[in-house]
């Protein structure tokens, strides 16, 4: 069991930047995949991004790639998600993920075991 809180949502500006953190507690968090999603109102769930147990390699929806960043701390059980350049599209409830038993990593939300409650981000035209 992994519990998943997520921070650093906000109101920013198109161009701006935030910088989400999840913070993870119980079973070793290194075990896990970690994944971030988002969901804005009236979409379905969508994959941005994800890092490998050891956080040596990551991935990134075609949406996002080349202005966010995850990375991991595995020392800290935290997980972030680097967010530049954002635009109004990227307007949703951002959602941490964790998957303990699935390959070394995952794009399909159905595959992860564990979730936090969501940060929401706001981006203003």
């Known amino acids: 069991q992994v519990q998943l809180v997520e921070s650093g949502g906000g109101l920013v500006q198109a161009g701006g930047s935030l910088r989400l953190s999840c913070a993870a507690s119980?079973?070793?968090?290194?075990?896990?995949?970690m994944g971030w999603f988002r969901q804005a109102p009236g979409k379905e769930r969508e994959f941005v991004s994800a890092v490998t147990r050891s956080g040596g390699n990551t991935y990134y929806s075609d949406s996002v790639k080349g202005r966010f960043t995850i990375s991991r701390d595995n020392a800290k059980n935290t997980v972030y998600l680097q967010m530049n350049s954002l635009k109004p599209e990227d307007t949703a409830v951002y959602c941490c993920?964790?998957?303990?038993?699935?390959?070394?990593?995952?794009?399909?939300?159905?595959?992860?075991?564990?979730w936090g409650q969501g940060t929401q981000v706001t981006v203003s035209s």
């Open positions: 119980g079973r070793t968090f290194s075990s896990y995949v």
């Open positions: 993920a964790a998957d303990l038993y699935g390959g070394a990593w995952n794009m399909n939300p159905a595959e992860y075991e564990y």
